[in-house]
């Protein structure tokens, strides 16, 4: 894994462009204290992405800018806006079709460029799910995993099938596939087995994300479908049970669902509905918040507030706001119940 690169993160704005466009073509922006603090940090009130988007299009105007950085730049400010509350998901999705189809056309063949295609087809299928649009979503993992596979970058083409395989997921979830959840959350699980056996060290992102995807979708089809998936208590990665990981070491959105998943089952119902959803800019902050909802709702019917309750599982299922697909759809057959 490479060092991280460490910008001044109290530079303004334009000085940190002019520090961007002085970086090497191919350079991986993910590996700088600009994305992990304003895009992933855990606390929610050091994220700021648009301030994030806005460095780099600074960046990409430079008029010193080389061809492949300004492009770079371009596909990082779409990284930033896309996690923003609010943000115009058709508007971005349109913005990096045009954006892939340019630099497909003026960048020269070579491993920077695929680089640059893989992480555009990565986060194009993060739009795609913000959409609803979880097959194409699935489709434009499938093409950033083969960029990066061309760029000879097993790391990222491997995880990018990994995340086909959570859009996949929530597919079958959409379509109340039972068999269709139970293979493609197994097929989750193998992937993250795949990872942990050919990738050393483990990836970062897998520690931080794996278990989300896994341990998350394996409670929402128990609660939803009642299906047990086998092998979810396999390790995931080194020394991590899939649930523990969740809860221990995630963002905070999540890390609040995994608590309120944690006390609905241990019968504290009373805390459960005094739970509310992190306010955090993240492109999964939907999911995490319907997810503390459903729990809510469901620890209200067992106080006895059935009414409190389907006002709450109604609310979730009309949810219209980015993604939410399997919260819409488990919210969905509890009201059945």
Known sequence: MADMYEF???????????????????????????????????DPSVRDPKKYAHIFENAMLHPKVSIWMKFACWAE???GLRRTKGADMPALASDLNELVKQASEYLPNGNDKYTLLGTSFYNMGIIRRGLRQYWEAAKDQRHASAWYKLAGN??????????????????????????GIKQSIRAMIASRDRIANVVKPYPVWMKQNASIHIAWAASMAFLGFGLTIVGLSEDDGPGEDHFRNWRDHSPAQWAKAAHAVELYYADKFSE???QNAVDIQSSSADNAGLTVKIFVALAHR???????????LTEV??????DGGIPIAVATRLLAK
């Open 272 to 274: 459960v509905v005094g």
């Open 77 to 79: 400010r779409i990284n």
């Open 317 to 322: 299922m009309n949810h219209a706001g980015p």
């Open 154 to 179: 097993t790391e990222k083409q491997l995880i990018s099938l990994f995340v086909a395989r959570v859009e996949e997921t929530t597919a079958a979830f959409v379509a109340g596939d039972v068999d």
């Open 8 to 42: 001044n993160l109290q530079s303004s704005s334009l000085e940190l462009a002019g520090e961007i466009i002085q970086l090497p073509d191919g350079f991986d922006f993910s590996q700088t204290n600009l994305f992990s603090s304003f895009l992933v940090a855990k």
């Open 302 to 312: 067992e106080l006895g507030k059935k009414a409190k309750a389907k006002k709450i």
